[in-house]
């Protein structure tokens, strides 16, 4: 795509340079300190008395938050915690994020000043990937009290395109509408555009007729070899999407998720937030092409401010050049993020599941299943992984050579199993929950321990 046919939301800051855009970000870092988090009396004891920050080296002396301190502000001085300062009347929205069960809910308002700044976050990537007036986004994530949902649905509208919102229907009913209206953007995450492959197979529905130009995921890791097929299996580009209800907000541009043989870049949007990358074990910020914690500090929190909450998110960091694009928006690696805690330890070793899924998601396989558990015989920790390709169940010699290339990248056995069907997915009914490839069924307070 040549530079001239951008689809830009906000040329202005999408063709600044990487130094202006830069003293942009310090200017409204203040102005968003200055708003609502000085004076603060939750703030206050953490991070001292009111300043000017001037470079992000001072910025990153002050501590980070985490959905620990959100949680026990708000068990505190419910609903919001102490740190929710906005006058009721300038509430606009309540978003809840789903929580696990025996734990209260992390919930945050909304003022109408942050909803703008949230709406600014949530454009870009759908603007990119082609929506506006006389487009239709049909979305298979559901709208609820999340905040996902909500804020997709809010963009889609602001930028003129029609949001159709099917989220709770069945998969079936979803692609009547695809067959009947049409869309040309499909929002779903990587499982569950697997399951609307599944079931359009059942109907004898080619996905490539459905007409949909770009296909918007997030949620899951995936690989470039997965990305490509459902890009073929679609006749559509694989646009990727990065969020939190903490509005850590990423995405794709035009380019895609996959650029030549290689994973994309989620352009981050410094001027509405602060995005760090930031060495767990150091507290450093991490160097281009290296991992860390993602750490943010959104403009457009300030009902219930987040000062440097670190995510728990695991991200790859990517230059703001990297991209042909030529935006001086610096980003995260495409298909690369992942949970710090869905790291698994087995028989010592660490393994990260995305970097199991770029070893493992490629051709031919499409699909696998990781199981972790204690041999009850000899106690010992197995890993066992079922395995799926296209053309049928993977053969003795290609296991074999999955079980070769494993050892050698994590140092692990494991034991590779064939799986008879093209899908490893589950039959999911609604895209709301991640899947996880990977499963620990060892007793817990054996998971992780040195055998
Ligand atoms: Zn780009």
Redesign the pocket.
Known sequence: MSGGSRRYVDRATETMSPAELARLQLARLNEFLDRGVWGNEWFAPRLGARREIRSLEQWRELPTMTKRDVMADIAEHGPYGRRATAEPADVRQVVETSGTSGQGRERYPVTGHDLDLIQQMEMPGFA?AGAGPGSVVLSSLPVTTRAGGQWYQDAVRRLGAVWLSVGTYPAEEKLRYLREIGADILVASPSYLMRLEIVAAAEGVRPADLGVRAIMTAGEPFSVAWAREREAVWDARLHEQYGSTQRAIAW????GAVHGDGL??L?VLPHLAVYEVIDPATGEEVGEGEHGELVITPFGSTAAPLVRFASGDRVVKVGAGD?????P?P?LRCGRIDRYDAMTKIRGVNVVPSAADALLLQHPVTDYQARVYSDERTGREELEIVVAAVGGPPDAGTLAVLADRFRQEFGLRATFVAHEGPTLVADVAVDAKKRKRWTDERAPMRRGAPV
Request: contains cysteine; glycine residues 20%; proline residues 7%.
């Open positions: 990119w794709s541009c035009e380019e994309g870049v352009h991209c042909p694009c030529g935006r928006y980003g």
